[in-house]
């Protein structure tokens, strides 16, 4: 498969001016850049889809994803700090659930890509 490319090397000012101007800034993107690193991992996103359908806690993740205990503590660590899903303890068991809409919104969209692909 061939690449398009330009064949002329001409700049439209305008046109790059308005579109730098309405970017959004660096240290935006960056971290924008950081979240969806967070979501590539197989195992985050089978936590986040079980998430989705219900609050579970760490045995329950492990069984639902044929993970450890240990390895899924770790992944819900980091979805934790990235603000993706919250902890509640009840007596000594700590269920997790997304931690907003957002989160779902992000998985349905990335689902709805794929799948038109």
């Given at each position: 498969?061939?690449?398009?490319?330009?064949e002329c090397t001409v700049?439209?000012?305008?046109?790059?001016?308005?579109?730098?101007?309405?970017?959004?800034?660096?240290?935006?993107?960056?971290?924008?850049?950081?979240?969806?690193?967070?979501?590539?991992?197989?195992?985050?996103?089978?936590?986040?889809?079980?998430?989705?359908?219900s609050e579970l806690c760490?045995?329950?993740?492990?069984?639902?994803?044929?993970?450890?205990?240990?390895?899924?503590?770790?992944?819900?660590?980091?979805?934790?700090?990235?603000?993706?899903?919250?902890?509640?303890?009840?007596?000594?068991?700590?269920?997790?659930?997304?931690?907003?809409?957002?989160?779902?919104?992000?998985?349905?969209?990335?689902?709805?890509?794929?799948?038109?692909i």
């Amino acid at each position: 498969m061939r690449e398009e490319m330009c064949e002329c090397t001409v700049i439209h000012k305008e046109t790059v001016e308005k579109v730098k101007e309405s970017m959004q800034s660096d240290d935006l993107l960056f971290d924008l850049a950081e979240l969806f690193k967070i979501f590539g991992d197989s195992t985050r996103m089978k936590i986040i889809c079980a998430l989705k359908m219900s609050e579970l806690c760490v045995c329950d993740i492990a069984c639902i994803t044929n993970s450890t205990q240990s390895a899924i503590s770790h992944q819900l660590r980091i979805l934790k700090q990235a603000k993706l899903i919250r902890a509640r303890k009840v007596g000594k068991v700590v269920y997790y659930s997304l931690a907003d809409d957002h989160v779902e919104k992000i998985f349905e969209i990335g689902c709805e890509h794929i799948e038109e692909i």
